[in-house]
């Protein structure tokens, strides 16, 4: 079956640094891919998505490029802030019933 | 504003004292889910539903029920929790038609089974 599976965190980073949380997954056919960002308290929202290989979703100085030849869709973003601090969520949704499949989560802390 | 609301955010009850977490949405979306949130595992869908009057099981049902009697709404049934129940949770919704289509996702509601 479908699977997503994310780097483990936590990721410590110095701000101004250059992040890259991996993401790749196992799917039949075409899936969609997203990242969903998590703020400290919040719920869940989409920071990006990509519906197709080579597609490069971004958002808010984050990017991912949907690679189908590595089956992977790693976020980065050049230089990060403290109030990048969250937690990041890799999924996939590629079945009719339109269930998203995650990847556990990555949590990321930037310090000042 | 186009939202998904939970309710309640927190709840802490006891083993065997029946609960229900409502959420709505008002966007008109056909489709809501309800997932739980524990470390390390990620989001896990317990139960979906399509449109009024169609749900199905997710990857871990047991122990819930829903219901969808209206579009907007999408309730959580625990009819005896159990500590094993205790976990964030979150309600979403989107439109169907896609696999593109962005989830919609209400704030959480954190559950607390002694």
Known sequence: ?112 | EAQVTQNPRYLITVTGKKLTVTCSQNMNHEYMSWYRQDPGLGLRQIYYSMNVEVTDKGDVPEGYKVSRKEKRNFPLILESPSPNQTSLYFCASRLVGSAYNEQFFGPGTRLTVL
Request: aromatic fraction near 12%; include cysteine; glycine fraction near 10%.
């Open chain 1, 1 to 112: 079956g479908n699977s997503v599976t994310q780097m483990e965190g936590p990721v410590t980073l110095s701000e101004e640094a250059f992040l890259t949380i991996n993401c790749t997954y196992t799917a039949t056919g075409y899936p969609s891919l997203f990242w969903y960002v998590q703020y400290p308290g919040e719920g869940l929202q989409l920071l990006l998505k990509a519906t197709k290989a080579d597609d490069k979703g971004s958002n808010k100085g984050f990017e991912a490029t949907y690679r189908k030849e590595t089956t992977s869709f790693h976020l980065e973003k050049g230089s990060v802030q403290v109030s990048d601090s969250a937690v990041y969520f890799c999924a996939l949704s590629g079945d009719s019933n339109y269930q998203l499949i995650w990847g556990a989560g990555t949590k990321l802390i930037i310090k000042p």
